[in-house]
């Protein structure tokens, strides 16, 4: 008896291939036919359009980038290059309290909004309308969507620095209740910022309460990441004890020179949490920061470079106190004049950053500034940084357990249904790459690059990005949460 070849779209040879989990690498083929894993074994007797040779490189789920300001970018430039040269398959959008959607502007959006472009990119007024035009699109990437605290405040309050009234609760969770209903996956807030500092935690609880009846989640970035951070750690847990919601705090960090050498006990906070209740985090591999600049935080003890000012473009990769000097005024002078503008913050210590990013309960995400003229290089090299500096050059972790933090670990907190593993029947979200070359071009100085090593990356099946450029394919879309996994491979959230 001759047994019949089986048939597949592509088939890739050779692969060591870490299936998300952790778990480690196995010699495999894979199978890929209408967008999903048909096969994993040895396929020799397999026939396929198209044969990829992996020659013993690594093939993984494609990445998930859970920390994303890409709302109107995955509209607006769907090409989506910073990411799928990454070996980014799906991206989280609508974090920190800002989301493109639901949103209907009375005039220019209040920082941190301005973050995702102009008052024209805002043009969705419900959350169906977001989904509608992202599939419109046609992203590289797919594309899952958190809704923003912030944005709801702006739209049924006339001014951000109060609490909202009951009614206007009221109208903030009747959107919430609309996008819940179109598949978002939960709730973010920016509680640090002016826009929504004035909102009691009470005000938050009472949002959060419809995401449990949803299987949603709550995502913060906290109150503060400086010297009250357990105090601000502590109010997010309470937002989801009282919802009964799984928690994850945005971009972890031990933000200003004071708090250095704390993620010990931000750590065992964290882990102390999660004795009683699902809490988890995410966090970029580097000791910057970046976000619109804040006056509050010009003190003169660290160095703050400036991306972006709308007055004073010309100013743009100089350091604020560059700039007073220039300008014969204070640093605080200085950043009030610069406004609105954005900046990177040189406010981490390393040991921090290696302690929280090799934590079991730490996924990576960018918080990459797409709209940015001089971004920060997370949005360009985030991932690649991980798996060529972190785990190849400074053995901080091994490569499966940084490929779980990416995927697997993401798919199941988020609800991303049959992706972020490579088993049989789920999505065919793949990236290959070469564990040896892998690493980030992305520089401060030169933050555009696509990473080094990345070899191919597969969205539902289709090869979009191959030995450094864009094959011209775009097969994402959006999509919509699915059951949140309350157990990872640690047995917790």
Known sequence: ???????????????????????????????????????????????????????????????????????????????????????????????????????????????????????????????????????????????????????????????????????????????????????????????????????????????????????????????????????????????????????????????????????????????GARRLQPVGCDCYPYNRSSSTLDVKQVTGDIDITVTWSTPHPEMAGKLVKEIAAEWGVTQQEAARRLQPAGAVYHNMSEEDVRRILSHPASMVGSDGLPNDPLPHPRLW??????????????ALLPLEEAIRKMTSLSARRYGLAQRGEAHIGYHADLVLFDPERVRDAATFEKPQQPADGIDAVWVNGVLSYRDGQPTGERAGHFVARGVASRVDAQGVF
């Open 1 to 271: 008896m001759h047994s019949h070849p089986e048939a597949a779209d592509t088939l890739i040879i050779d692969a060591q291939l870490y299936d998300g989990t952790g778990a480690p690498p196995v010699e495999r083929d894979v199978a890929v036919r209408d967008g999903r894993i048909v096969a994993i074994g040895n396929l020799s007797n397999w026939l396929a359009e198209e044969v990829i040779e992996a020659n013993g490189r690594a093939l993984a789920p494609g990445f998930i980038d859970v920390h994303t300001h890409d709302d109107t970018h995955v509209i607006r430039a769907p090409q989506m290059l910073p990411k799928i040269s990454q070996g980014v398959t799906t991206v989280i959008v609508g974090n920190c309290g800002i989301s493109a959607s639901p949103v209907a502007l009375k005039g220019d959006p209040p920082d941190p909004m301005n973050l995702l472009g102009e008052r024209d990119a805002f043009s969705y007024p419900t959350f169906a309308a977001y989904v509608d035009a992202v599939n419109a699109a046609r992203p590289a990437v797919n594309v899952g969507a958190l809704i923003g605290h912030t944005a709801l405040r702006n739209n049924q309050m006339d001014r951000l620095d109060r609490a909202a009234t009951p009614q206007e609760i009221e109208g903030m969770r009747a959107q919430l209740e609309e996008a819940l209903k179109n598949g978002a996956l939960g709730l973010s807030s920016g509680l640090a910022y002016g826009s929504a500092f004035a909102a009691p935690t009470e005000e938050v609880m009472a949002l959060a309460e419809p995401l449990a009846a949803a299987g949603a989640l709550y995502t913060t970035h906290m109150r503060t990441e400086f010297d009250a951070i357990l105090d601000a750690m502590d109010e997010a847990y309470r937002v989801g004890r009282h919802a009964s919601v799984p928690v994850v705090i945005s971009h972890l960090k031990c933000a200003g020179p004071s708090n250095w050498g704390r993620s010990t006990e931000v750590l065992k906070s964290l882990d």
């Open 381 to 394: 090299g985030a991932f690649p940084r991980v798996l060529g500096h972190y785990v190849r050059d400074a």
